[in-house]
């Protein structure tokens, strides 16, 4: 039974994936990997909005990082500081595959002043040492606030020893995060 107690709604928006279906972003040139894999194709199938498609990236006693970047394309003069923005990686078994991961920010694509935002769990995905480190395989949610240029951000996958198994997502969905200024009203007929 329903208490009509409606909150404040949360919108999570993901801004990739139609980016790439309109166009925006060049799955080649602007969605790129490196380290456990870099081709193009494989790293474009995280992107695919199926998590049942799962994208094997290997990794099974290795201790190689994995970077996925994406280029958002941003003018270096209009930012989405202050946004929240979020990543959630679907079907994955990071946990199991004993894997963590974070977000870096820059406004170069080389990188060279990286910034880690903080990042806030939402679900599975515990914090620590500035990482997300699932308590279980599935999906995670994690939401980062922008604080610096932002141009290029990156997905790192790194170890906490060796993989034990290969690293393997179903999709990941990345974007800002929308919060309603008002609950709706619930008496609107």
Not at 168 to 179: E, P
């Amino acid at each position: 039974m329903s208490y009509q107690r409606v909150s404040k709604p949360r919108a999570y928006i993901d801004i990739v994936q139609p980016a790439l279906v309109n166009g925006q972003i060049s799955a080649i040139s602007e969605i790129t990997g490196s380290g456990l894999v870099s081709d193009a194709n494989t790293i474009i199938q995280l992107f695919d909005n199926k998590p049942s498609n799962t994208v094997n990236l290997g990794g099974k006693t290795a201790s190689t990082i994995q970077y996925i970047t994406v280029d958002f394309g941003i003018d270096e003069n209009a930012t989405l500081l202050g946004e929240t923005m979020f990543v959630a990686i679907l079907g994955h078994n990071l946990k199991n595959a004993t894997a963590k991961f974070k977000i870096e920010t820059d406004d170069a694509s080389d990188f060279g002043s990286a910034q880690t935002p903080t990042m806030t769990e939402i679900v599975n995905g515990n914090i620590d040492s500035g990482f997300a480190i699932p308590d279980d395989d599935g999906w995670t949610l994690i939401t980062y606030s922008q604080t610096s240029d932002n141009r290029y951000q990156r997905i790192v996958i790194d170890d906490s020893s060796n993989y034990a198994q290969n690293i393997q997502i179903g999709c990941i969905l990345w974007g800002m995060v929308y919060d309603f200024p008002n609950a709706p009203d619930m008496n609107i007929k």
